[in-house]
């Protein structure tokens, strides 16, 4: 059995877990994408556009208080790469743990891995979003925002 190697990054900050979770769920406050929909619960759904005519639909299929959040990609557009689809039928997953009032957040987005065209450009963008934007909103309770690369 091959074993992938998908896109992961972590990040520690000084947050109850269930604070994190919520803050994650609040998509548009550290991830700069146009969001419509709601990411608070299981099988709730929303779409994610990056401009132009590009979308991602998610569907919440795991939530967890403090612990898992699993967005799985239905569809996807993404007509920068030659492969529209390549994030569809993939996961983001945030993995979270508390110890000592410090949560740890394990993301992945499963799927995104070296063999496909996104995944210099992708890699560079979720350790963006995680690392520096979400990592900020999680302390200072601001993300960091860019320009969008397309």
């Known amino acids: 059995m091959e074993i992938k190697n998908n896109f992961t990054c972590s990040i520690s900050a000084k947050i109850s877990a269930i604070e994190a979770t919520n803050k994650i769920s609040n998509v548009t406050d550290w991830w700069g994408v146009t969001f419509t929909g709601s990411a608070k619960k299981r099988r ?5 556009k990056m401009g132009g005519n590009s979308f991602f639909n998610f569907t919440v299929r795991e939530f967890i208080p403090g612990k898992r959040i699993v967005w799985y990609i239905t569809d996807c557009n993404m007509p920068w790469y030659s492969n529209h689809k390549e994030w569809a039928k993939t996961n983001i997953i945030f993995n979270l ?5 410090m949560t740890t957040v394990d993301f992945m987005h499963e799927g995104l891995t070296p063999d496909i065209e996104c995944y210099e450009e992708c890699n560079e963008g979720w350790t963006h979003w995680i690392k520096t934007s979400l990592f900020s909103y999680l302390t200072t309770g ?9």
């Open 142 to 150: 601001k993300g960091v925002f860019r320009a969008s690369t397309k």
């Open 44 to 48: 709730d759904n929303f779409v994610v």
């Open 97 to 101: 743990s508390e110890n000592n009032g």
